[in-house]
Each structure stands twice: as structure tokens, then as C-alpha cells.
């Protein structure tokens, strides 16, 4: 159990464009999902956390009009890269919670972005 | 601030025992997780510890000592395919989880 599935897992695209990544959660309800990047030989870095039917919170540098994130529904939550450039290119990787109380992170396969 | 340190890269043969240490200085604290990155893919989680002592298990095991902020991920009986990144990440009283940068683990024949 706790599968969480992220489409597209690559992704080429033309920079000035914008990418859509999906990551779902497939056999439980994910309160909570989180959004983070990685860049090659480093760590994850949290960009954004999301609840369902709010808003979601940003990490302090990321840009919230240029990384939209809507968690529409308990099982869906999606990153939008608004107008994307060559340093966007990155490791996307998104993970989901069942809830407060169970603290641990379930990650998607991540999708590797790259913006030419 | 929040910091948790972790060695960069550590070297180990196959079949041998690794120990992989992570300290961590954080406001709060909800447990520690290990979690195992291969190059190109997401963690997967190994071990979580939120009271003090060892939690073995199989091949893995982890240790905690929250008055040392301390802990360490021991790998026995190393294969080829343990070879990965090992991420330590401390869940702060936010409940947000604080990454290490990771440890490279190389398994030599």
C-alpha cells in the first residue's frame, strides 16, 4: 500500500513554456502533499507544502506566481512551471501523508524536467 | 537554525558492516527518518526512530539518541545494490521534515 504515482516522470520542453506534473495518490487519501526539487549531488529542498482545498505554503525564494500548486482534490495534487527557463530544470518530487498524526512521507518516482 | 550533518561519501566492501552517522541541532523534534536514494530515482524510506535506542531491521538498523541528537544507520552484510545515496531528515515541531544533504555510499567488490 501507499503508492504514489507522479506524470510525467521526464519532460522536455522549450523554455518561455509551461509544464504540468500530476502526482497522485493512489490507495490512500493524502491530507498533505509536499513538493521538492533536487538538483544533481544535492539534497531535496522543500518547495511547497500543500492541504487539501487550501492554499498552498511556500518555502522562502521559491516563487509562488511561477510554481502553482493546486491540491484539488485528496488524491491529486499538481505543480504548474509558469513560463519555464534552462535553470528550472531540475528533479521534481512530490510525496504525500495520510495525516497529521502519521508522520511518514510517501515520495512519487519524481520527473525530471529539463528546459532547453 | 536547523542543521543536520551527515557525511559526504563513504566507501565499504561487499559483505562488510557500514555505518552511516547523521547528527542533527533542530527547533523541535518528531523523529528521524533514513531514507535510501538511488542516482535518478525518489527515497524510499528505510527506518523511522522517534525514541531513543536501536530499531532493527533485516539487513538495516538505526539508532537514536535525542539528548546527543544523534543517530546512525548501520548496513550489514553489504551487497552491490546497497550502493545509493542515504538521506537523514528529522521531523521538527512544525512536523516539516529537515533533509541531510545525504550520504554517497559505494560498495566495492
Known amino acids: 500500500g501507499a503508492v504514489v504515482s507522479q506524470h510525467p516522470s521526464w519532460v522536455i520542453c522549450k523554455s518561455g513554456t509551461s509544464v504540468k506534473i500530476e502526482c497522485r495518490s493512489l490507495?490512500?487519501?493524502?491530507?498533505?502533499m509536499f513538493w521538492y526539487r533536487q538538483f544533481p549531488k544535492q539534497s531535496l529542498m522543500l518547495m511547497a507544502t500543500s492541504n487539501e482545498g487550501s492554499k498552498a505554503t511556500y518555502e522562502q525564494g521559491v516563487e509562488k506566481d511561477k510554481f502553482l500548486i493546486n491540491h484539488a482534490s485528496l488524491t491529486l495534487s499538481t505543480l504548474t512551471v509558469t513560463s519555464a527557463h534552462p535553470e528550472d530544470s531540475s528533479f521534481y518530487i512530490c510525496?504525500?501523508?495520510?495525516?497529521?498524526?502519521?508522520?511518514?512521507?510517501?515520495f512519487g518516482p519524481g520527473t525530471r524536467l529539463t528546459v532547453l | 537554525g536547523q542543521n543536520i550533518d551527515q557525511p559526504t561519501e563513504m566507501t565499504a566492501t561487499e559483505g562488510a558492516i557500514v555505518q552511516i552517522n547523521c547528527t542533527y541541532q533542530t527547533s523541535g523534534f518528531n523523529g528521524l527518518f533514513w531514507y535510501q536514494q538511488h542516482a535518478g530515482e525518489a527515497p524510499t524510506f528505510l527506518s523511522y526512530?522517534?525514541l531513543d535506542g536501536l530499531e532493527e531491521k533485516g539487513r538495516f538498523s538505526s539508532f537514536l539518541s535525542r539528548s546527543k541528537g544523534y543517530s546512525y544507520l548501520l548496513l550489514k552484510e553489504l551487497q552491490m545494490k546497497d550502493s545509493a545515496s542515504y538521506l537523514c531528515?528529522?521531523?521538527?515541531?512544525?512536523?516539516?521534515?529537515?533533509w541531510g544533504a545525504g550520504t554517497k555510499l559505494i560498495i566495492k567488490p
Open positions: 490507495d490512500f487519501q493524502a491530507t498533505t
Open positions: 526512530n522517534v
Open positions: 531528515a528529522v521531523m521538527d515541531s512544525n512536523y516539516q521534515l529537515i
Open positions: 510525496s504525500a501523508t495520510p495525516g497529521a498524526e502519521y508522520n511518514e512521507q510517501f
